[in-house]
C-alpha cells in the first residue's frame, strides 16, 4: 500500500530544496509481506497474521462490517453499535511496524539496533530507542545545513503515533510529551540525548500519509537547565500537561 511521506523538523515542513528531494521520497510503498517481516523486530503486541490485519484494516474504503439489526430494539434505550472498528492494540502495532520500515528506509537508522521499550508505570516513555547511522547525519544535514554544528547522539528515541481519521499538530505534540519525559530521565545519565528525538505519525485516512517529524535543540544548554529545575518526574510531567510549549522553546522550528 502507498503513503504520502511529508518531513518535518520540528514542527515546520521541510518540501522544497536539494537536500529534501534527495532523501525523502514524497511515496513510500508498504506492502503486507514487508509488514509482516517488519513486525519481528518493530510491533510490540505479539498478534498473529499481521499483514493480512495490515490488507484488512488499511483496505476498508467503504466501511467496517456491519452488526445485523435487532427487531424489536428499543428506542428508549442507549445507540446500538452499527460497525465494527479497528481495534487500537492492532492499529498501534501497525504504526509501531510502519515506523520500524520507515526509519530503516527513509531516515537510514540501523534496523538491527531498533529496541522497542517497556513501558514505566507512571511514566511517559518513547515506543523505541534506535541506532542512528552517519547516513541519517547526513540526510539531515543536507536538507537544513544548520545542523552541522551539532553534535548529533548515537541513540535516538522514537515514537510512533497512528491515527484513523487525520494526523494533526495535537498528534505531534502527544508523540513530544513521550521524548520529553525520556529526556527528563537521561539529564544527568546521558546528556548528549538531550533535545534529540523522532516522532512519526502514520495516517490511515486516505489519502494515507506518514509525518516524520525530527526534533533537534536550539538551546540545549538551556533546555538542560530546564530540565534539572524540576526536582522529579511527576513535577515535570505536570508542566508539560499545562504549557508544553515551554520545552518547545528551547527546540528548533517548534512554534
Not at 510503498?29 to 497474521?49: F, K, M, N, R, V
Request: proline share 6%; glycine share 10%; charged share 20%.
Amino acid at each position: 500500500m502507498e503513503f504520502l511521506q511529508e518531513f518535518y523538523i520540528g514542527m515546520t515542513r521541510y518540501a522544497l530544496g536539494t537536500g529534501v528531494s534527495k532523501h525523502i521520497n514524497p511515496k513510500i510503498e508498504i506492502s503486507a509481506d514487508q509488514l509482516e517481516t517488519a513486525a519481528d523486530y518493530a510491533g510490540s503486541c505479539y498478534i498473529l497474521e499481521m499483514g493480512q490485519h495490515y490488507i484488512e484494516y488499511l483496505g476498508y474504503g467503504s466501511g467496517f462490517p456491519l452488526f445485523p439489526p435487532i427487531t424489536g430494539y428499543p428506542m428508549w434505550a442507549p445507540h446500538q453499535l452499527d460497525t465494527k472498528s479497528r481495534a487500537s492494540n492492532v492499529t498501534g502495532n501497525i504504526g509501531e511496524t510502519i515506523t520500524g520500515i520507515v526509519v530503516h528506509r527513509t531516515l537510514k537508522f540501523d534496523s538491527n539496533r531498533i529496541a522497542p521499550l517497556k513501558a514505566q508505570p507512571g511514566v511517559k516513555t518513547p515506543d523505541f530507542l534506535i541506532a542512528r547511522k552517519p547516513k541519517f547525519i547526513q540526510l539531515l544535514t543536507d536538507i537544513e545545513s544548520s545542523l552541522v554544528s551539532l553534535r548529533m547522539p548515537v541513540w535516538w528515541p522514537v515514537e510512533s503515533k497512528t491515527r484513523s481519521d487525520g494526523f494533526f499538530t495535537s498528534d505531534v505534540k502527544v508523540g513530544l510529551r513521550q521524548l520529553a519525559t525520556y529526556w527528563y530521565g537521561i539529564r544527568r545519565r546521558y546528556p548528549a540525548g538531550v533535545g534529540y528525538g523522532v516522532v512519526i505519525g502514520a495516517d490511515l485516512k486516505n489519502p494515507r500519509r506518514i509525518c516524520i517529524h525530527v526534533f533537534v535543540p536550539k538551546d540545549k544548554p538551556g533546555l538542560t537547565t530546564y530540565l534539572k529545575s524540576f526536582s522529579d518526574n511527576t513535577k515535570y510531567s505536570e508542566d508539560l500537561d499545562k504549557q508544553i510549549g515551554e520545552t518547545g522553546k528551547y527546540l528548533m522550528h517548534y512554534a
